[in-house]
């Protein structure tokens, strides 16, 4: 019987993809079908007094105009707390806010006619900063303007810094980023036979969506089918409600198809985006080096709405620290609403934002202790039995020193090419799957009248490799070769929730959901003798006719809740940790910085599909170098990608990707998870590498070439 | 409206468009063509790329009328599920697939540098592929993969 | 999506310059890189007239050391002919740097004039060159230095009748040249700041200097205060330093004083430096 785990196994997609017959949603639109589009506000901040559609209704081929008087159910969303209208009633928060959508018979009608909705407004006072909302008067939302303050407390923080030898403190600041995913968001909607809503969009969840939208129609969630269509990438992005809403509410009024399709300028005007943070950070150390207190201090922009921005909060506290043993630590983290985009989930959950300033102090106190960077980080990382900063004990896998071992020889034989090169470390480490919350995942596995295994999956495929890695654990637990087995995936109607594919929580939970199943089934197949030779088919037909057809796989990581004064708690499962070892070339007459070079080792508990992985790491890489080099999203400024430059080929350095198999007893075949985490030490090596190679510290990101060249030039005349 | 006469994939296509239509639009509405994609409109991610005349260009800023009595083609020309192309074939392999959005046109890219380059370095290989984003793979395994395809090619010519 | 217009394929040049004479809000299209955006964000036009397929515009030749370049030919023909190269091997590379390897297959020469663009790549090296355009509409021609014609950001002086003809370059043959972009990314983005130079010098003279350089002021411009006053001149820190000097003034004398100069000006320096310290 072939192995499974751990093999390079053909991705199940790659084949449909390289012919150019994938069909993503945009793809499935044929003439007979309708265009919508969204009107969107083109006020910060305003209450809406008049909406006037009967012009646009008027235009020859215009089918509908819909607004929130259109709306059979509860206008309204959201994945944390359902606070965003689908359609603005009378009140927009920001510059993109849906309030119409049009129906055309295409889109060149439709977005025609969608000029000629007229809003009134009566504009309000605009918050456009965090430090302003904390104050202000002006109230985004009735509650105020502090949408969630989350804090870590261990030990005492006073004594940890009057205890320490050294002390360093910096403030640090992120900005916007967009996902940019090459596909914008995008789906259809129809009527089936049976008069239910049908959904087919580009998205990282199914479930979810379906239920907002049976919210949204007051309809049961089983008269709402949602399918994912073949998606273009995430990153965070399609987790919120993006198309799927507008075309459901279209179907429910006209029984006819609809499709729709945002432009990029869309897609980044209306979107979520990165938090930005402004991170206060003061790291208190021993002469030995050894970290003592940790006080951060994080100010967070989540624009008008929660998203994910509740998520951002606590998850970029219980990660300040970084992967390193503090005794002594007290995070405040609070996000303010302000009237900037919406800022959501993307890759890491503010962790990379984080990573950059714990890992700016590392090398900091390194410096003034004269210590060699790798020597610290190997003296304060985690490993198994430490403590968390939430007081969470790493009882099995923790493979940070090991990923340090493995990067060891690189960093002692680097040598400087020229003196315009430089090297600088990264670590990071980062829970799998959501926040100290159940986040369960369901599979079920069937037999079908053909004689294979059915493997009903709601996980959504975003690119990653999910649908390939799932096949494999499948394959595995059952000692089956693929060809015996149909994946029905990403269809509302043949799966059960598996939750998002987000928080790097795929292969890891819905893994074991899998692996849950197969368990169940092997015994069955094992009891009718196909471990002994029985062939498939007959038991296949027997099975069926007993009715013995379903078993059902599910898991949830075994988490706590986090106190809500101290976040102590167990609020993962699991770590994934790693080291990323970076080396640049500046060049200071322009202040461009190139990567050279990236070794990067990732414990990733086990590597199910080793190409994956690799794949996964060096697309990391790739969006940690935007992140520290290139990636600015300006609010009214940025509105495509002619002026939001995110790396081409020609920005990537050589990549050395090491994997570290440190196995998760509750993994898997001992998998973890690595999406995240391949971004989030990237742009802090790049920093701690910049610093090495010219002196100067970045505090502020993207540092990219003109930031870069600022901070040269007061070096120079210091 | 024009009548165009080119070569699509090989196969002499005669269509009618507008005067004001692009060539992606006229590929994807008129000819059911859908491996060209539509990312941005203004010829800042690629992955609308087509060749024309067996150099690559973006399609999404190119009047369909331009097209007329050239060489243009897409994904579809390199292979069939049955006979791949080596790059495809490559592709696949190497791991440089993952969403697939800016695949097809990643693919015309490469193959349009195999036709000038029999041996291309990795420079070569990330200037040819330096007008196509992508968002998901950091475009290592797509290099690897390219140049795997290379290697091929010669050993089979 | 684009607004409505009648597209019409010119096959000679006489049919294009009738067109332009008869038909209003007409526009002439080669390559597409920039009007298309333009359109396509709501700029309006009639009569969209493609002359791509015109042989005399298009090609390369030289004559009695002067390059004759037509206008519809690519960046990409441009960076890789052997004429240019020899001839002018800084608009080579510059054109060789131009957006992406799509780009430069569509984008031409003159689409990169009539643009007027203060960050079009190709415009400082032909300032080094002396371009001269040709202009022609329908029963006249005129010949025009390429710095005469763009007389702001994005705006020239060739009427709506006319039509881009050849442009011509001096061959610079035996100068020390080059072209050097500051971007922020490495490839595939607009020029921040650009420098082209052509310098001919003997035994640690400076015979002739030629120094234009982009993205720093409304047009990009021939430095020829400090041309004049390098020509004859030692190359020694003391000159050099005088003639960054006099080019950074010069840039600030005719932009005024901009936020971006707090990054741009110290780059310039630095690359001048370089370039006239013979790096």
């Known amino acids: 019987m072939p192995v499974f785990i751990g093999q390079d196994v053909t991705r199940i997609d790659a084949l449909d993809k390289v012919l150019g017959r994938a069909a993503f949603a945009y793809d499935l639109k044929t003439d007979d079908m309708l265009f919508a589009c969204v009107v969107r506000s083109e006020k910060p901040h305003a209450l809406i007094k008049k909406i006037e559609t009967a012009r646009a209704l008027s235009m020859e081929g215009v089918a509908a105009v819909l607004t929130h008087i259109d709306i059979p159910g509860e206008n309204s969303f959201g994945a944390i707390k359902k606070d965003q209208q689908f359609l603005a009633k009378d009140r927009v928060r920001y510059v993109g806010e849906p309030i119409a959508v049009v129906v055309g018979v295409n889109e060149e009608v439709a977005r025609k006619a969608s000029g000629f909705v007229r809003i009134e407004y009566e504009e309000l006072q605009v918050i456009s900063d965090p430090f302003v909302s904390m104050t202000s008067p002006v109230l985004i939302h009735d509650e105020g303007n502090l949408l969630s303050h989350r804090k870590v407390i261990k030990g005492d923080i006073e004594k940890g810094f009057n205890e320490s030898d050294v002390i360093v403190e910096n403030t640090y600041r992120t900005t916007w980023v967009d996902h940019a995913y090459m596909e914008t968001e995008a789906g259809l909607g129809y009527m089936d036979d049976d008069g239910r809503i049908v959904v087919v969009s580009s998205t990282q969840n199914i479930h979810y969506k379906m239920k907002e939208i049976s919210r949204m129609l007051a309809m049961p969630p089983e008269r709402v089918r949602v399918i994912q269509a073949t998606t273009g990438g995430g990153f965070g992005g399609k987790l919120d409600v993006t198309v799927e809403g507008f075309l459901a509410l279209c179907v429910y009024h006209l029984k006819r198809t609809v499709v729709m399709r945002f432009t990029r300028e869309e897609s980044f005007l209306a979107q979520t985006k990165r938090h930005p943070l402004h991170i206060e950070y003061k790291t208190g150390a021993r002469k030995d080096g050894s970290i003592n207190a940790v006080r951060v201090n994080i100010t967070g922009d989540t624009g008008p709405y929660i998203s994910y921005g509740e998520t951002v909060c606590l998850r970029a506290a219980v990660h300040a620290t970084g992967p390193y043993e503090v005794p002594n630590v007290h995070v405040d983290s609070r996000m303010f609403y302000t009237n900037n985009p919406v800022a959501g989930a993307m890759r890491g959950f503010g962790v990379p934002q984080l990573a950059f300033a714990h890992e700016s102090q590392l090398d900091k106190i390194a410096g003034i202790l004269n210590m060699d960077p790798l020597d610290i980080r190997i003296k304060n990382a985690l490993r198994r039995g430490s403590l968390t900063a939430t007081s969470q004990a790493l009882e099995h896998s923790a493979g940070l020193p090991e990923t340090l071992k493995r990067i060891e020889p690189f960093w002692r034989s680097r040598e400087r090419q020229n003196d315009r090169r430089g090297f600088g470390l990264g670590c990071m480490y980062y829970g799998i799957g959501n926040t100290g919350v159940s986040n369960p995942s369901d599979c079920y596995l069937t037999f079908m009248p053909e004689g294979r295994i059915a493997l009903h999956s709601g996980v959504c495929e975003i690119g990653q490799g999910s649908d390939t890695v799932l096949m494999q654990i499948l394959c595995e637990s059952l000692a089956m070769d693929d060809e015996k087995i149909v994946l029905l995936r990403g269809d509302t109607d043949t799966s059960r929730d598996a939750g998002s594919s987000s928080a790097s929580r795929q292969t890891y939970i819905s893994g074991m959901a899998v692996c849950d199943a197969a368990q169940k089934m092997k015994k069955y197949l094992e009891k009718e003798g196909y471990y002994s030779g029985r062939p498939l088919t007959d038991i296949c037909e027997a099975a069926l006719g007993k009715g013995d057809a379903m078993f059902e796989g599910h898991f949830d990581p075994p988490t706590t809740p986090v106190d809500m004064e101290t976040s102590r708690g167990a609020p993962y499962a699991t770590y994934a940790f790693a080291t990323h070892m970076t080396e640049v070339e500046v060049n200071e007459v322009t202040g461009a910085c190139r990567v050279v070079k990236v070794h990067a080792a990732h414990d990733v508990g086990r590597a199910v599909n080793v190409k994956n992985v690799r794949g996964q790491i060096c697309g990391g890489i790739a969006m940690g170098i935007g992140l520290a080099l290139m990636e600015e999203f300006s609010p009214g400024k940025s509105k495509s990608l002619d002026d939001y430059y995110m790396p081409t080929s020609m920005d990537m350095p050589e990549v050395e990707a090491i994997i570290v198999e440190d196995r998760e007893p509750t993994g898997p075949y001992g998998a973890k998870g690595v999406g995240e985490p391949a971004l989030i030490p990237q742009a802090a090596s790049i920093v701690n590498a910049i610093k090495d190679a010219t002196g100067v510290e970045a505090r502020e990101l993207p540092c990219h070439i003109e930031r870069l060249k600022l901070l040269l030039e007061a070096r120079r005349q210091k | 409206m024009k009548t165009i006469s080119f070569i699509l994939n090989g196969k002499k296509t005669v269509v009618e468009v507008r005067d004001s239509e692009t060539l992606l639009y006229a ?116 290099v690897e993969a390219i140049k795997d395809a290379a290697g091929l090619c010669k050993h089979n010519s | ?93 510059a054109c060789s740097l131009v957006g992406s390897p799509q780009i430069r297959n569509m984008g031409t020469i003159g689409g990169n004039i009539v643009n007027a663009s203060p960050a079009a790549d190709s415009i400082p090296p032909m300032l080094i060159h002396d371009a001269m355009l040709t202009l022609e509409s329908k029963g006249s021609s005129r010949k025009v230095r390429l710095e005469d014609i763009i007389v702001a950001p994005y705006k020239t002086s060739i009427n709506t009748r ?32 650009s420098v082209a130079w052509a310098i001919s010098e003997e035994e640690g003279t400076f015979k002739d200097v030629k120094l234009a350089i982009g993205s720093c002021t409304p047009m990009p411009f021939r430095a020829v205060k400090v041309e004049g006053l390098l020509r004859g001149e030692k190359r020694q820190p003391g000159i050099i330093a005088e003639a960054v000097r006099i080019a950074l003034e010069e840039i600030k004398l005719i932009s005024g004083i901009r936020p971006s100069f707090a990054y741009k000006l110290p780059v310039l320096r630095g690359i001048l430096e370089n370039v006239l310290g013979g790096e």
């Open chain 3, 162 to 193: 006319e039509l881009l003809g050849p442009v011509e370059i001096t061959s610079l043959k035996g100068y020390r040249e080059g072209y050097f972009r500051v971007a922020k990314r490495a490839t595939w983005a607009i020029s921040r700041l």
């Open chain 2, 27 to 142: 590929l994807r509405e008129r000819l059911g063509i859908t491996s060209v994609k539509e990312g941005c409109e203004i010829g800042e991610c690629g992955t609308c790329t087509v060749l024309i005349d067996d150099e690559p260009h973006y399609s999404c800023m190119t009047l369909a009328s331009k097209a007329n009595g050239s060489d243009v083609k897409t994904v579809e020309f390199l292979g069939t599920a049955d006979l791949l192309h080596p790059l495809q074939e490559a592709f696949i392999n190497s791991g440089a697939v993952q969403c697939g959005y800016c695949t097809p046109g990643m693919l015309l890219s490469a193959y349009s540098l195999l036709l000038k380059n029999k041996d291309p370095d990795t420079d070569d290989i990330r200037e040819a592929i330096s007008g196509n984003l992508c968002r998901c793979t950091g475009y290592i395994q797509i």
């Open chain 3, 1 to 93: 999506m684009l607004p409505d217009f009648a597209s019409i394929i010119a096959e000679t040049k006489e049919e294009a310059l009738s067109c332009l004479s008869s038909l209003e809000r007409a526009k002439v299209i080669a390559g597409g890189t920039d009007l298309m955006v333009k359109m396509r964000s709501g700029e309006r036009y009639d009569h969209i007239i493609d002359i791509t397929n015109i042989r005399e515009l298009d090609g390369i030749a030289v004559k009695d050391g002067v390059v004759v370049i037509g206008p519809v030919a690519t960046h990409a023909r441009l960076g890789s002919d052997a004429a240019i190269r020899e001839n002018a091997p800084g608009l080579a590379l």
